[in-house]
Every structure is written in structure tokens, then in C-alpha cells.
């Protein structure tokens, strides 16, 4: 079933309503918070999610992320691979996107990561292992 609130354009109400009340609500940053982009990324995420379901209202069941262009999104290591918007001045949202086109996107950018990050760990590995050998060879002036 295709979602009304994106295929019928009502997603930008609600975007133009959250960048509102983003842009009129500057004080829920600190100083030290608005140094830090992962910090501002937390502060942002709980202060949206806050009115989120007000902005959605009667939308709230058809709402997906999904729509997020890859080309705007990013992986991060942590746990099983973490989807990050990787600048917030370019987000893009396709219009009329599948589901199944959007997760299969998916798959072709966890298959592209994983085998960097398991070079990754290798070159840690072979890193530590060179490491060890230093320590290995050092004399003990403790003994």
C-alpha cells in the first residue's frame, strides 16, 4: 500500500513545520553542546522527537524515513552499521521512492561496507600484533 502522506506531498508540511520550530527555538543548545556536531545531532533528535507525533497528527501510521535519498545518507560503525545523514545542508528525499528499491539500496551499501571495515580490522589486527612484538622483545626491568 502506497502512503498518502508521502505520495500526496503532505511529508513537506511537516518538514517546513519541524524546520519552524527548529529555527524558532534556538535555546535548546548550550555553548558546549553546539561545538560538538554529534552532540547537536543528540540535542536535535530528542528536541524534534518531543512534538513529533503533534506534527505528524493523523499521519503518524504512514510515516517512513525510508524516502531518504542514499545519496545523502552514510554508514558509521557502530553495532551492526549505523545510517547517518552525512551533511545536514544536503538532504534529499525522493518522491514517489519504493520500499523495496530503498532496501535494496541498503543492502548494496552494507555489502560495500562491511568488507572495508573487516580490512580495517585487519590492518588493527596486523598493527597490534607488530606492537606485541615490540613489547615481546623489550627487557622486563621489573624482573
Same mark, same amino acid.
Given at each position: 500500500m502506497k502512503s498518502g502522506f508521502y505520495y500526496e506531498g503532505h511529508h513537506q508540511v511537516v518538514?517546513?513545520?519541524v524546520r519552524d520550530y527548529v529555527n524558532s527555538s534556538r535555546d535548546f543548545l548550550s555553548p558546549h553542546t553546539a561545538g560538538s556536531p554529534r552532540?547537536?545531532?543528540d540535542a536535535l *533528535?530528542?528536541?524534534v522527537a518531543?512534538?513529533?507525533g503533534g506534527f505528524l497528527g493523523d499521519w503518524c501510521t504512514q510515516y517512513s524515513s525510508e524516502f531518504l535519498?542514499? =545519496?545523502c545518507l552514510t554508514v558509521g560503525a557502530l553495532g551492526w552499521g549505523q545510517i547517518?545523514?552525512?551533511? =545536514?545542508n544536503n538532504?534529499?528525499?525522493? *518522491?514517489?521512492y519504493s520500499r523495496k528499491q530503498w532496501m535494496l539500496q541498503l543492502c548494496d551499501a552494507m555489502l560495500e561496507f562491511y568488507?572495508?571495515?573487516i580490512g580495517k580490522i585487519e590492518d588493527r589486527i596486523e598493527r597490534f600484533n607488530g606492537v606485541r612484538k615490540y613489547w615481546e622483545a623489550k627487557e622486563d626491568l621489573w624482573h
Open positions: 518538514a517546513l513545520a552532540a547537536v545531532g *533528535e530528542a528536541f518531543e512534538k513529533f535519498d542514499w =545519496s547517518q545523514i552525512a551533511n =545536514s538532504i534529499r528525499v525522493i *518522491e514517489q568488507p572495508k571495515e
